[in-house]
Structures are given as C-alpha cells and as structure tokens.
C-alpha cells in the first residue's frame, strides 16, 4: 500500500509540474506542440538521471519509485503527444508531424543516452 501511495502523491507532483508548465506562453504559431516535447524530453533526461543515480548510489527503493514512476509518469504526455500528432495530421501537417514524432523519440532517447554516458 505505501508503494502505491508514494507512486500517486509523486504522479500528483508531475501532473502539476506538467500543468504549471504548460501555462508558460510559449508555442510555435504553426501549431507544432513545443511544451510537450520539451516536457517529454525533460522527463527522459530525469528519468535517466535517476535509473543512474538509483543504481549507482543504491539510492532507496521507494524513493526511486515514487521519482520514476510517480514524478515522472505524471509529468511526461505520451497520450498528449499521441493526440497531438494525430490532430497534426488530421490538420494535413503531415511534415510537422512526422518532424514531432521524430524529434520526440530521437531527442528523449538522447536525453537519456546523454545522462547514462555523463554519469557513468
């Protein structure tokens, strides 16, 4: 029951963090969904940090859960970015769409691939 709990307090902390950020006046005016890339590649770089630091520190169990699953699945939007790019789409922007897609997956695997050789 205590991993449940820290999992949803720390998934309330990411959704606010993603709301919160979502209210900064920053966008692309050809509707490409700047925000959530940017969050979804901030939270694959946190997510690596952690899974590096969690093993490599032996940092407590429960802590990294509630950091990884919780903070971080509630902050990071994949159904947001998968709703995006089919509003992308259905908007006939097939090359920004694709360009999101690609930027999305290529940059957070970067993020992480940068902080699993930084803090190594």
């Given at each position: 029951?205590?991993k449940?709990?820290?999992?949803?307090?720390?998934?309330a902390?990411?959704?606010?963090l993603?709301?919160?950020?979502?209210?900064?006046?920053?966008?692309?005016?050809?509707?490409?969904?700047?925000?959530t890339?940017?969050?979804?590649?901030?939270?694959?770089?946190?997510?690596?940090?952690?899974?590096?630091?969690?093993?490599?520190?032996?940092?407590?169990?429960l802590?990294?859960?509630?950091?990884?699953?919780?903070?971080?699945?509630?902050?990071?939007?994949?159904s947001?970015?998968?709703?995006?790019?089919s509003q992308?789409?259905?908007?006939?922007?097939?090359?920004?769409?694709?360009?999101?897609?690609?930027?999305?997956?290529?940059?957070?695997?970067?993020?992480?691939?940068?902080v699993?050789?930084?803090?190594?």
């Amino acid at each position: 029951m205590i991993k449940c709990l820290c999992v949803g307090l720390g998934g309330a902390v990411g959704a606010m963090l993603r709301y919160l950020i979502g209210l900064v006046p920053v966008g692309a005016s050809n509707g490409f969904p700047v925000k959530t890339l940017l969050i979804n590649i901030l939270g694959a770089f946190v997510i690596g940090v952690l899974a590096v630091l969690g093993e490599k520190h032996s940092l407590p169990p429960l802590l990294v859960l509630t950091l990884k699953t919780g903070v971080c699945g509630g902050f990071t939007t994949f159904s947001t970015f998968a709703l995006e790019t089919s509003q992308l789409f259905q908007n006939g922007s097939y090359g920004l769409g694709i360009g999101y897609v690609c930027a999305s997956v290529i940059l957070s695997i970067a993020a992480v691939q940068f902080v699993c050789l930084w803090l190594s």
